[in-house]
């Protein structure tokens, strides 16, 4: 690529730290609302556990 | 007649977060009748009566007053009912009448010498202009119950009414509602110990 | 009548088909994203005012267009939760709010990153960027509020309220901003929005909306997931789920 | 219906906040003396620069009476919530609707309308001249009342939550903003002699919109607490 695309015309320092934010952003989205279930459902497995009855 | 006007509460169910506390309760309830809601606590005797009362919507089953579910007329069932919570409700910085005066003048146009007949009827006329913070817990009692007596509602619904009273309160406010069913009104008592209500007096005991 | 709209909202149903939807969606939105990144930063003409550093439009108002988004998901279905007591409701508002949040942080970092070429200073007061501030202290409130309370169901009414209440608010917010920053200096000179754009400027963005739209669609059908099984721990589909 | 009226039912509850009020006089007074100190901090902070603090004037005093406003509505509900009076209002037969208008508008006859009578003593002190004082008095008026509903709402939520007073600044300030903004450029026309009467409209029509929806948003967070 040529080095006029790195440099964004002269703006780089703007513009790549956007994007690394952007995908910071929704990196974080992903592992957050990953974690986010397997808390979940780590509560549920306990919950079960303590009462197996779990009524409806 | 008196048959008709009667209180209906069918298959109420309530969470509590985790807790099933209300497990599909029902009951009945006449003119001339009361009712006595017993069990340990935590068994949900006063969400039941807060349920009753139209403070609280359960989940599922529905209260109904005279036929009708309370939630199709809400103001006109309250203007029916009477209710006492645990708590004494009275605010701190007003006297037992003060707090009487705007309370009961919500409900009904009464003046502050029927209001003074009512304490006296619960014996606490001695400390009507009294702020109500300075009175002893069973004084604060029995001016809710004074309350109560004042409304002049069909329907009372007494949470633990007995408590902080000595023996001789605790006479007083059987008597009461025996009077109250007596005229044609309808009691719903919660109070975890028993209690002996003459007349029509039924018991409910949530497990 | 309603049947069809309570069997989606059932729980269960809701749960699977998050379930599958979620990779789909996902993939839709990377592939998008990346097109996107790809066409917007290497092959999409400069523009004549601002140069290339314009390009961090192809983040800015996809995540500011996000943060509005995801706010007005959260108050639709919290009313639906408070109007028609579906405990779905408030599981798909408890879902989108950090996702909005997190979308509306990216659109103020952008934002004054974009800004500060053209002003000198990374915040401005601009009257776009100081809603969308206003708008992240909507969320913290919601969100604050939701956890304060001990009993979850009442944390979702109280939160679910305040979200009602906050989207009433966001527009009369919005232009009291416009009204109060017009006092200062006019209309700002470089036209925040988007400008006209030819039509290489313009698929990139379009494509990056649609790529963040489905990514937020992604992300939560993933939480919502988490909030049903927070919800409905007590029911017995939900042992099955979790085995 | 209860056998007592709508308009007297509120009566009897304005009647009696305004008498709780003044058996404490003290916590009336608190937010007041609030008000005065925060706008005194700001001079010592500026090292008395006379021009820029009278160029500053609308901007500190509006601040401090939204803040000082704040301090007041923690307690709209609080008290009657705790001591269980709260529920007695609830069913009352008159709808928790009319009972939040009554107490809501005796909490701004206590904390609103004190500030706007305490307000040309701080103006002075700012350097704010009596020309602009009646515009100054009109947006703070408008302006408390609109904060007092938008307060009730706040504390209408956070009454069932312990130190519920910090979350009901941070819910209460964002929605705050826009009557800050219009009462504090009417005041700063006012200052500047020029026509007041664009912002002022403004800020009316928030007053409006704000007091007709808030009472049933205030009542709807009651009815969760209660629940």
Known sequence: MSDGFWQMGGYARFVWPCFALAGLVLAWNLWAARRHHAAARRRVQRALAMNPGGDA | MNGIIGLAVEKIHVWRGERHVLKGVSLTLASGESLHVAGPNGTGKTTLLRVISGLMRPEQGTVSWAGRPIGQAPLEYQAALAYASHEPALKGDLSALENLVFSV???????????????ARTGVEACADLPARVLSAGQRRRVA????????????????????????GVALVAGLI??????????????????????????LDLN | MWTWFYRLASPPSVYRIAAV??????????????????DGLAFAPPDYQQGDAFRIIYVHAPSAWLSLFGYMVMAVTGAIGLIWRIKMGYAVAAASAPIGASFTVLALVTGSLWGRPMWGTYWAWDPRLTSELILLFLYVGVMSLRSAFEDPARGDRAAALLAVVGVVNVPIIHYSVQWWNSLHQGATVAKMGKPEMPGSMLWPLLSMMLGFMLFYAA?????????????ERQSAWVRAAVE | MSGVGAARAMGLVVRRELRLGFRRPDQLLQPLVFFLIVTTLFPLGLNLRLSLL?????????VAALLASLLSLDALFKSDADDGTLEQLALSGHGLTLIVIAKTLAHWLTSGAALVLVSPLVATALAIPTSAFPVMAASLALGSLTLSWLGAIGAGLTVGVKRGNVLLSLIVLPLAMPLLIFGAAATDRAVGGTDATGPLYFLGALCVFTSTLAPFAAAAALRITLE
Do not use: C, Q
């Open chain 2, 178 to 203: 025996e009077e109250h069913t007596a005229r044609g009104g309808l009691a719903l008592v919660v109070a975890h110990h028993d209690l002996r209500l003459g007349g029509a007096a039924r018991r």
């Open chain 3, 219 to 231: 992300v939560l059908s993933m939480r919502v997931r988490g909030e049903v099984l927070n919800r």
């Open chain 3, 21 to 38: 939807a979620t990779p789909w969606l996902l993939a839709g939105a990377l592939l998008a994203i990346a097109y996107g990144t790809i």
């Open chain 2, 145 to 168: 119950l004074a309350r109560v007596l004042s409304f002049e509602a069909p329907l009372w619904l007494l949470d633990e009414p007995f408590t902080n009273l000595d023996a001789a």
């Open chain 4, 54 to 62: 009278r160029e500053m004037a609308p901007g500190v005093l509006w």
């Open chain 2, 105 to 119: 003048g919500l409900k009904r146009r009464v003046d502050a010498a029927r209001l003074r007949e009512a304490l």
